[in-house]
């Protein structure tokens, strides 16, 4: 057999072992949402509370997020942890030749493995767009309760629960991840508007709790 007739290979390389945050990558979400927390704690307990305050007082709120944050990163991370690792593949190469897949393919014609295309597999056509009005009419109230709580609850909390509702009504169902993104994906926006525009987003019931973005 000549050089040229030698079957062709497909190589694939990965690591042997993985490393310990392999296949765990939420662990970095969760590390966020616990650094957020502590971030939350140390502006909580420098917050000015101006003498005379009535109770519960200025720092009331902010410690029952802060307490809040520290849940969702700590259950997120035990969450991760006790649900195991993804699945790897293994470092050594994996080789495919062309007659091998020639082999597979040609199973369909014994009748042992039916092959279908994606051609036959699609359903027909239709020209008709259907609308999902239960996950447009939850969006379009989740926005609505945005505008109408953002100067109360303040930036970080409503655009939160904003990202949780949205990601929910399109069929999201990883709560403690979902909300660990929206609690950093919020800050980080905070944060962009204050630093790169220098705006300030409203801090609600969070006033005080946040000036280390100002």
């Known amino acids: 057999m000549s050089a040229s007739d030698a079957p062709t290979t497909s190589t694939l390389r990965a690591q042997r072992v993985p490393r310990w945050y392999t296949g765990r990558s939420e662990l970095f979400v969760a590390?966020?949402?616990?650094?957020?927390?502590?971030?939350?704690?140390?502006?909580?307990?420098?917050?000015?509370?101006?003498?005379?305050?009535?109770?519960?007082?200025?720092q009331?709120?902010?410690?029952?997020?802060t307490i809040l944050l520290y849940a969702v990163?700590?259950?997120?991370?035990?969450?991760?942890?006790?649900?195991?690792r993804r699945g790897h593949v293994a470092e050594d190469p994996a080789e495919?030749?062309?007659?091998?897949?020639?082999?597979?393919?040609?199973?369909?014609?014994?009748?042992?493995?039916?092959?279908?295309?994606?051609?036959?597999?699609?359903?027909?056509k239709s020209n008709e767009v259907s609308v999902d009005w239960r996950t447009?009419?939850?969006?379009?109230?989740?926005?609505?309760?945005?505008?109408?709580?953002?100067?109360?609850?303040?930036?970080?909390?409503?655009?939160?629960?904003?990202?949780?509702?949205?990601?929910?009504?399109?069929?999201?169902?990883?709560?403690l991840f979902d909300i660990a993104i929206a609690a950093l994906m919020g800050a980080l926006t905070e944060l962009a508007f204050a630093a790169g525009l220098g705006l300030t987003l409203p801090a609600g019931i969070l006033e005080g709790a946040l000036s280390w973005i100002s």
């Open 73 to 84: 990163g700590i259950g997120l991370a035990i969450e991760v942890l006790a649900g195991g």
């Open 136 to 175: 447009l009419g939850i969006s379009v109230a989740a926005l609505a309760a945005f505008i109408l709580v953002l100067p109360f609850l303040g930036w970080l909390i409503s655009a939160s629960a904003l990202f949780w509702v949205l990601a929910w009504a399109f069929g999201s169902r990883r709560p």
């Open 31 to 58: 590390a966020g949402v616990i650094a957020l927390a502590v971030v939350m704690t140390i502006g909580t307990v420098t917050m000015t509370v101006p003498d005379g305050a009535s109770p519960p007082g200025p």
């Open 96 to 124: 495919i030749s062309d007659e091998m897949l020639a082999e597979i393919g040609s199973l369909d014609r014994t009748s042992e493995i039916r092959v279908v295309s994606p051609e036959e597999s699609a359903p027909e």
């Open 60 to 65: 009331f709120f902010p410690t029952i997020v």
